[in-house]
């Protein structure tokens, strides 16, 4: 089945420490994206990338930062420059075709990674 | 910049009752509307869209929204709801960036329904 994978489902981070949350699809998407859900906030957009080797900061990119090796892969890490990390982190994918977007398509939403801070 | 404000934070109705989850937008060009689901501690499913063309646009789960340009809304309705429609409710519209699609959110509507 195609889609996209987020692990872990649940992480433990200590104060002071990095961690990298793992996103893999194979729909075959070009475009990566990452997102932040708080209560009450909505989702709120921290990286995203367009293409292979690639990517961009979102609203909220502070204390964060991505990697696009492969086009399967967009590992978020959380840094310890990021003052309250405690979230729920979910990784979306969405295709496009040549230089184009395509315009209005569905954006794919893994099961999303709860991230505390002990 | 787009921006989606949705009127509700919460929303409790009764089982097989109508509902309506509001659904406001501002944007200076054409857009595209969305509503997605969220099932508690998931990612997020769409239920519709709205690209172009009719105004009333039918998606999964009984569920319909209208978009409205000159009241710029996009509301999400059910005639009948059912104890599974319980869930967060995220409508977004769509924001091109160079080649990506950003979807900027709305800030939930959590939707109960009571038997």
């Known amino acids: 089945d195609g889609g996209i994978t987020q692990s872990p489902k649940y992480l433990f981070r200590k104060e002071g420490q990095n961690v990298t949350l793992s996103c893999e699809q194979n729909?075959?998407?070009?475009?990566m994206y990452w997102y932040r859900q708080d209560p009450g906030q909505g989702l709120r957009l921290i990286y995203y990338?367009?293409?292979?080797?690639?990517?961009q900061k979102g609203d909220i990119a502070e204390g964060y930062s991505v990697s696009r090796e492969k086009k399967e892969s967009f590992p978020l890490t959380v840094t310890s420059a990021q003052k309250n990390p405690t979230a729920f982190y979910l990784c979306?994918?969405?295709?496009?075709?040549?230089?184009?977007?395509?315009?209005?398509?569905?954006?794919?939403f893994g099961q999303g990674t709860r991230l505390t801070v002990v | 910049a787009q921006s989606v404000t949705q009127l509700d934070s919460q929303v409790p109705v009764f089982e097989e009752a109508p509902v309506e989850l509001r659904c406001n937008y501002s944007?200076?060009?054409?857009?595209?509307l969305f509503w997605y689901v969220q099932y508690p501690n998931q990612g997020l499913q769409l239920l519709l869209k709205?690209?172009?063309?009719?105004?009333l646009v039918k998606g999964i789960n009984g569920f319909e929204a209208e978009f409205n340009k000159s009241q710029t809304s996009f509301h999400l309705r059910k005639p009948s709801v059912h104890i599974s429609d319980t869930a967060e409710y995220f409508c977004?519209?769509?924001?091109?960036?160079?080649?990506?699609?950003?979807?900027?959110f709305g800030q939930g509507t959590r939707l109960t329904i009571n038997p």
């Open positions: 729909l075959n998407h070009d475009a």
């Open positions: 979306a994918s969405s295709p496009r075709i040549g230089n184009s977007p395509i315009v209005g398509g569905e954006a794919f």
């Open positions: 990338s367009q293409i292979v080797n690639d990517f």
């Open positions: 944007s200076s060009v054409s857009v595209y």
């Open positions: 977004a519209v769509s924001d091109h960036l160079q080649g990506a699609q950003k979807l900027v």
């Open positions: 709205y690209l172009s063309g009719s105004t």
